[in-house]
């Protein structure tokens, strides 16, 4: 490795113990290529080729016009699981909704008891904005990925979340469309699962998430068929 690609290693590496340092949690801003350039004692450039690789690697997004945020993946890559070698995505996706079966009821109902007013906040915030993508007809699984993920580390369980990540993202969201009955009744439920959380009802959140993942079945199965 030549002496400016170790360089922009070892920078990105003292960028994620940046993170980690001040313990920045999905979502949040980092300072600006400028300061992070004078705080580091590098050039601009290099900082610039940093968050580069950080990009690459999940660890950070870059927001048009607005910074650059840690990212909501956490350093998961994009097929940590080598799913894209699967050559049968309707059986993907309904084998990853197994799991999900397995996993969320019970972290809805951990995140109902756990959760601090920061997470409560910030999960409101991502139910609106999973719910407008979902009725506006638009792919939302990007969407939805930061709403689960956000109940699972709401769940107080440090090992979860990336787990979320993989489970909630593409491919368990096919290429298809769900029907607009379908999206409007994953909307409600999506609504539901936040109400119950937010009420602080263990059971009500757990319920909600079964009947939330009941309509993904059957979503998968719609979008199977198209």
């Known amino acids: 490795m030549d002496s400016r690609k170790l360089l922009t290693e070892k920078v990105a590496d003292e960028i994620v113990r940046t993170i980690i340092g001040k313990e920045r949690k999905a979502g949040d801003k980092l300072p600006n290529e400028f300061e992070l350039a004078e705080k580091?004692?590098?050039?601009?450039?290099?900082?610039r080729e940093a968050i580069k690789t950080l990009v690459s690697r999940n660890?950070?997004?870059?927001?048009?016009?607005?910074?650059?945020?840690?990212?909501?993946?956490?350093?998961?890559?994009e097929d940590p699981l080598g799913l894209q070698f699967l050559n049968d995505p309707v059986r993907v996706a309904s084998d990853l909704l197994a799991l999900r079966f397995l996993l969320e009821p019970r972290l809805a109902?951990?995140?109902a008891g756990n959760c601090?007013?920061?997470?409560?906040?910030?999960?409101?915030?991502?139910?609106?904005?999973?719910?407008?993508?979902?009725?506006?007809?638009?792919?939302?699984?990007?969407?939805?990925m930061r709403f689960h993920a956000a109940i699972a580390r709401a769940s107080g369980n440090v090992v979860v979340p990336n787990l979320a990540v993989i489970l909630c993202g593409p491919p368990s969201m096919l290429a298809g469309t769900p029907s607009e009955q379908t999206r409007k009744e994953l909307a409600?439920?999506?609504r539901e699962i936040m109400s119950a959380i937010a009420a602080r009802d263990g059971m009500a959140a757990?319920?909600?998430m079964l009947l939330h993942l009941a309509l993904c079945r059957r979503s998968i199965a719609e979008q199977s068929l198209q």
């Open 40 to 47: 580091l004692g590098v050039g601009r450039s290099t900082v």
């Open 206 to 208: 757990y319920d909600a």
């Open 188 to 190: 409600r439920t999506t």
């Open 109 to 111: 109902s951990l995140a």
């Open 59 to 77: 660890v950070v997004e870059i927001r048009r016009g607005a910074g650059t945020f840690v990212s909501e993946r956490s350093g998961v890559s």
């Open 116 to 144: 601090s007013p920061e997470q409560l906040a910030e999960l409101m915030e991502l139910c609106d904005a999973c719910e407008h993508a979902i009725l506006s007809g638009d792919d939302f699984a990007e969407e939805n």
